[in-house]
Nanobody, 124 residues
Framework: QLQASGGGLVQAGGSLRLSCAAS????????RGWFRQAPEKEREWVAS????????YYADSVKGRFTISRDNAKNTVYLQMNNLTSEDTAVYYC???????????????????WGQGTQVTVSS
């Protein structure tokens, strides 16, 4: 089970940190992805971290502003979001692929398990 949290309302230029806590996942399923879906838009990939705990990948729209990281002791993956804009307003989802991966997984169908989503609203 994946539990996403940390969303909220923030002004443009502000920051938020999202968390994705996992339970019942073996260590080899440590890769995670963050996706987001804005109203009337398709779900889009935002960032991912692979099973190495080192390699991270970002969509061009968030590169340089967002950072994905993992705390293995807490079995939690974070998405630090800085310099937010209204374009970042969306429901954010974390997801886990079915097995270990050492490449960027950027499409939703590559992920098996999904968290419930957390709303991020950026006011301009």
């Amino acid at each position: 089970q994946l539990q996403a949290s940390g969303g909220g309302l923030v002004q443009a230029g502000g920051s938020l940190r999202l968390s994705c806590a996992a339970s019942g996942f073996p260590r080899e399923r440590g890769a995670r992805g963050w996706f987001r879906q804005a109203p009337e838009k398709e779900r889009e990939w935002v960032a991912s971290i692979d099973s190495s705990d080192v390699n991270t990948y970002y969509a061009d729209s968030v590169k340089g502003r967002f950072t994905i990281s993992r705390d293995n002791a807490k079995n939690t993956v974070y998405l630090q979001m800085n310099n937010l804009t209204s374009e970042d307003t969306a429901v954010y989802y974390c997801a886990a692929p079915w097995g270990p991966t050492y490449v960027a997984l950027t499409t939703a169908d590559e992920y098996e398990n999904w968290g419930q989503g957390t709303q991020v609203t950026v006011s301009s």
